[in-house]
């Protein structure tokens, strides 16, 4: 074909899978691994090319899916048989650290553990933090404004990202690749394209935010039975810990209970009658005053009854065990046939019933084996693991239907992480009205005219 | 005028200014008083009613400027007389204060002030902070994402901002107004409003988080003659302060003497000989602790040389003390004939010899009388007063020129918190490049295709 002679003469011979070689990559969609579709996959080595190739493929109307680190988990790297496939594994140099300015300056193939790595190395932290970092490349990470557990302090990847250079449909590069905190000179453009999932523009290069890292880790793992005083809990902790605390994670008895019992290995720091359990993480720079100061905090909590029984880590082994538990949540999927995932935010005041409610009428399901709520109740985003016995289109429905029934009405979202992608458009209306979602379109036509970039994503 | 009549049939008598009564409204350009010239003046009193007052505009191709707090300093509100005003003043209810999910829900005519102490009620923080707060509505502090004093720790406004409410200049609302943290279903839109200074909508409520209200406050001022020691003291603090650094703000020996010399009344903390001093301050939850924590770290510091002299504020007076000399620079402008305001960003790394490079140049110019900078070094946002002898284009455009020469090179902005409005217009360019004023000025034309709002800021 025409365009895969052009598509070589921009990238080499050995930056192109075509002509069935293309089969040899696998599509890595969550639980699946089979060869993919796609007309070809091209592997960019610089801006320039990414450039050359959107220009191209513009110019032959041929639709274009990006692939960073195949982690998402809502379909949004699939691909038909027509389409072409930007691969950014090839760009993925650290341009610069600057320990002064605090900033990581890299190509958005990078690995995100490779640079949470490089930044430690300075002795600095790049906050971003969640399970897919090994693989996860930034590109796909700023993409899709990623979370994890330390937004509460740090903010979603939104917050953490100074800079960004972007390729749009028609080629033209847009470099807003500044290391400043605040620039206020006209729209600030890079916010298009963090969330976007790559249908606005193809990331190429971020700076990112870097703190001093943290000398001090402390960590407990609370057991409550009260939702209200799971919120009660939060905000005394935050109100007497100041800016040390960066993680309030929550789980509920069922979720505690999978955790810590056979077939997993992880045995229980505490009994596993309680309704609720909390996970928390200070970061601070003073290891014996920090340590000292939630143990305090704790034991207070107990005295008041705002906790039933509560541990401290005291050794770095203690530390990993509570931290797997929350951690180490692919146990959860394990346990059914079939497993659905959530992620959906609410008001924290409104979590506690809501997730009572949709436990109660799915476990009312017949093909419904086992729900696992738990998330990071902090930043009033829940995660569910449904286990089911069957994987109709029906059984999907209906699981859907319960936990999206009220997000419309507590103005909650469908998806507080992990984006819409393809496997979530259907439900995007819970949480955005139609005069949000007409706008939308109109950016991504104006954008992206010909609608080749990532097409049918979100909207 | 047939749109007269159209619009009081929207908002009553009572709610519109016109036919020579708008006169009685002043502009408040920053130092002028003048009449205001507009077709008309309209205040709103709920959503709908903006809403029916933009569809009104778009069919009449009636431009419309909009009034919040007139406290901006880049001419966004001035008027042509054949222009409308829309002033949000009568939309000024706090909604809703939330104190489980900490989050302040308000109209955009909202007083900042008001907002700050409404939360303070409920012991929560409201952490926007600047000079201009008493008249400020939060509506054009959104729409400016003003920063100010606290910006290194709770990020500018746009990080505080959960949920944006507004209406397109076609009169379409779109309300995106979730109090969750987390929401990536979709393109987040409120991101299209902060920071656009009212050239794709008006915002007409917003839901703002809140923090927990920090129960200490310590301060420091230091003096030190080496810039680059102004860098490493900051990333010692931040490496030892953990959570609590929310201030670290620099000024030049011209600034400080000025600041604390005949006719300013503030006597100066310590001596007027450094080249630099910092001050310093510390939000916690554990008065003495903080307190030690920041002591021991100034007199190490004063050990290993990173600084020349230091002192801690002991009592509520000495901390008014210290930071009126930071915060009261009015008293700079008033020692010039003229004075001309710059608020530009760079590096941390690079602010040090850029200012010495303008100061040098600036000084050279027979017409300037003084040159004062300060400002929020730790966000790498410095503003300089510029005082002199007389007012002319000429000048002004010197004095632009010498101050914005090396924006570009080093990927600095011309404005970091200020805003582009129409006096910086001519200046864009020394931050932005030709695509990204392209691609800006192709989301305006979508969004506002008729260009009735806010005509002529920014681009």
Known sequence: MKIIYELIDIVGKENILYDGQEKERFTHI???????QALAVVFPTSTQEVAAILKCCSSHKQQVIVHGGLTNLVGATQT???QLVMAMDKMNKIEEIDEQTRTLTAQSGAILETLIDAAAEKDLLLPLSFGAKGSAQIGGVVSTNAGGLRVFRYGMTRANV???EAVLPDGTIISSLKKVIKDNSGYDLKQLFIGAEGTLGIITKV???????????CSALVGINDYEKVVRLLKFLEKNLGGLLTGYELMWQATYKAMTSAPSELPPPIDQNYTYYVFIECLGSHAEQDYQRLEELISQALENDLIMDGILAQTERELKHIWQIREDVSVLAALAQFDQHFDISLPISILGK?????????EKLPFVECVFPFGHIADGNIHFIVGKSNNTPETKQAINDIIY????????????EHGIGLDKKAYLNTSRSAEEMALMKRIKQTIDPENILNPGRII
Not at 30 to 36: G, I, S, Y
Not at 207 to 217: K, M
Not at 406 to 413: D, H, K, M, R, T
Request: charged fraction near 20%; avoid cysteine; aromatic fraction near 4%.
């Open 162 to 164: 100074l800079g960004v």
């Open 354 to 362: 809501e997730v009572d409610r949709a436990m109660q009428a799915l």
């Open 30 to 36: 969550w639980k699946t691994d089979l060869p993919l």
């Open 405 to 416: 029934q009220n997000l419309a009405q507590y103005n909650g979202s469908v998806s507080a």
């Open 207 to 217: 700076i990112l935010r870097l703190q001093e890292a943290p000398t001090s880790r």
């Open 80 to 82: 038909q048989k027509e």
